[in-house]
């Protein structure tokens, strides 16, 4: 390292975590434990200020799908940036580069019954707005009653007030509380742990939906807007429900009048190996959020697909009642809808969802593998596409909850040998760019297997 390059390094360290606070983190233990500084990425690799050079098994944060290297999109960024930098998409003013991306989505949706585009900045942008303008279609369509929400236990949906409110989990409820009220949770198809301590798929699918039916009931179907679910919970751990589950609750919806929102801020473009979670299960939601991966992670941008049947009622209302009171001052961003046009063409162009699911097969079989070498590997979850998950346990047999500490050194064992994984609670999480090699995969499986080796040390 040269004199100069390390007097900013110093300078980086001395200042890391001092003078801002970090999300999904206690301030002082960002300052006491200070974060990695990334500096520096290239292809599916990321580069810290130490010059350590290592594979992103977090893709970014499942957004950088393409890889750090994708220089289409970030070319349209340079370009767009050019030509102009921003204008606003509220009543009266669009721009050229939207126009385009609307045109665009629409048909790589079509499959999904999803014909319009309602531009945000992110993915807890897109959950609050999918949640606000589901009040609005009851309300335009004059059943006023309907203004709840339903959602699963240990599902993630960001951390608006509106998202927080349907989130499933603790760590991102208590400390923010009282949330929105109207807003009901249902058990989650976790196999691994549940509370109807049921480990077959199918027949803890049916406990599930029948736990939904119960809920719609108690709560009279008439007060339902929208339940809401990520087609696989992400954040939550990779759960992935059993194929009969996201089809019947699909169908209830339906029969109950109550919209189906798919959370797909994660699984939209390509990482279940289908385009979208959606596809995946073989059905067809009301919403579907996006976000991350639409621009690749180049750009913060995000976009609410919509279906034909709620396109109808707010298109064909005469009463002014449609008229939407909602928007962001970055809702349809030149710069962000430049980059999703050239990331949605290079996505298509790479037909990632192949690679997807091939690399996804290789990393769920290596680490079912490790689990048959490292007693505190719990559970193994994923097989769907590039996003698994290792559940670290104290004890295999009792399922006993992991201390805090041994994620956290099995992390940063798995860092040393190359390769960024990242821990949640007891989960290590893996969700690397959809264009991972057969090679990158062994590597982050073999670093996985030295990491876990610290579990005892
Ligand atoms: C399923 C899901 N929904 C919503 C969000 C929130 O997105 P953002 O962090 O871009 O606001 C996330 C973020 O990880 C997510 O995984």
């Known amino acids: 390292m040269s004199t100069a390059s390390l007097k900013t390094s110093n300078f980086l360290k001395e200042n890391n975590a001092q003078h801002m606070w970090h999300p999904m983190a206690h301030p002082a233990d960002s300052q006491n434990n200070p974060p990695k500084i990334i500096t520096g990425a290239h292809g599916v690799r990321i580069r810290d200020v130490d010059g350590n050079d290592l594979i992103d098994a977090v893709g970014g944060l499942w957004n950088v799908n393409l890889g750090f290297s994708c220089d289409p999109v970030k070319k349209a960024i340079a370009q767009q940036l050019e030509e102009l930098p921003y204008y606003s998409t509220f009543r009266g003013t669009s721009n050229d580069a939207v126009i385009e991306l609307s045109y665009e989505l629409a048909d790589f949706f079509e499959p999904d019954g999803l014909r319009r585009a309602f531009f945000t900045s992110g993915g807890s942008d897109s959950i609050?707005?999918?949640?606000?303008?589901?009040?609005?279609?009851?309300?335009?369509?004059g059943e006023s009653s309907r203004t709840k929400f339903l959602s699963l236990k240990k599902g993630y949906h960001g951390t608006h007030m509106g998202g927080a409110s349907v989130n499933?989990?603790?760590?991102?409820?208590v400390a923010y509380e009282p949330l929105l009220p109207g807003c009901f949770h249902v058990p989650s198809p976790y196999g691994y742990r549940n509370q109807f301590n049921e480990s077959d798929p199918q027949k803890?699918?049916?406990?599930?939906?029948?736990?939904?039916?119960?809920?719609?009931?108690f709560q009279g179907a008439n007060t339902i807007a929208a339940f809401i679910m990520e087609p696989i919970l992400g954040a939550g751990g990779i759960i992935v429900p059993h194929e009969s589950y996201v089809p019947r609750v699909r169908q209830i919806c339906e029969q109950n009048g109550i919209l189906f929102i798919a959370d797909e801020v994660i699984t939209a473009f390509g990482r279940t190996?289908?385009?979208?979670?959606?596809?995946?299960?073989?059905?067809?939601?009301?919403?579907?959020?996006?976000a991350k991966a639409i621009t690749n992670g180049y750009f913060p941008f995000g976009a609410v697909m919509l279906s034909d049947k709620v396109v109808d009622v707010f298109e064909q209302d005469t009463s002014g009642a449609a008229a939407i009171g909602h928007g962001y001052t970055y809702s349809g961003h030149p710069v962000g809808a430049a980059a999703a046009i050239a990331c949605l063409a290079e996505t298509k162009r790479l037909n990632v969802i192949e690679n997807a699911a091939a690399r996804g097969t290789q990393l769920f079989d290596g680490l079912n593998k490790l689990k048959d070498k490292h007693d505190v590997v719990g559970d193994v979850r994923g097989g769907r596409g590039l996003m698994a998950a290792i559940e670290l346990v104290a004890d295999r047999e009792t399922k006993a909850t992991i201390d805090k500490s041994t994620p956290l050194r099995i992390q940063?064992?798995?860092?040393?040998?190359?390769?960024m994984v990242r821990v949640?609670?007891?989960?290590?999480?893996?969700?690397p760019p959809l264009i991972v090699t057969e090679?990158?995969?062994?590597?982050?499986?073999?670093?996985?297997?030295?990491?876990?080796?610290?579990?005892?040390?």
């Open 424 to 431: 949640s609670g007891p989960n290590m999480i893996i969700s």
């Open 273 to 290: 190996g289908a385009w979208s979670g959606s596809r995946l299960w073989g059905i067809q939601p009301d919403m579907m959020c996006t």
């Open 204 to 217: 803890l699918s049916e406990l599930c939906i029948a736990a939904l039916e119960e809920e719609i009931a």
């Open 412 to 419: 940063e064992a798995t860092y040393a040998e190359g390769v």
């Open 439 to 457: 090679q990158d995969v062994s590597d982050i499986l073999a670093a996985i297997d030295t990491g876990l080796s610290a579990a005892h040390g």
């Open 128 to 141: 609050e707005t999918a949640l606000r303008l589901a009040r609005q279609y009851h309300k335009v369509r």
């Open 168 to 173: 499933g989990n603790a760590n991102f409820r």
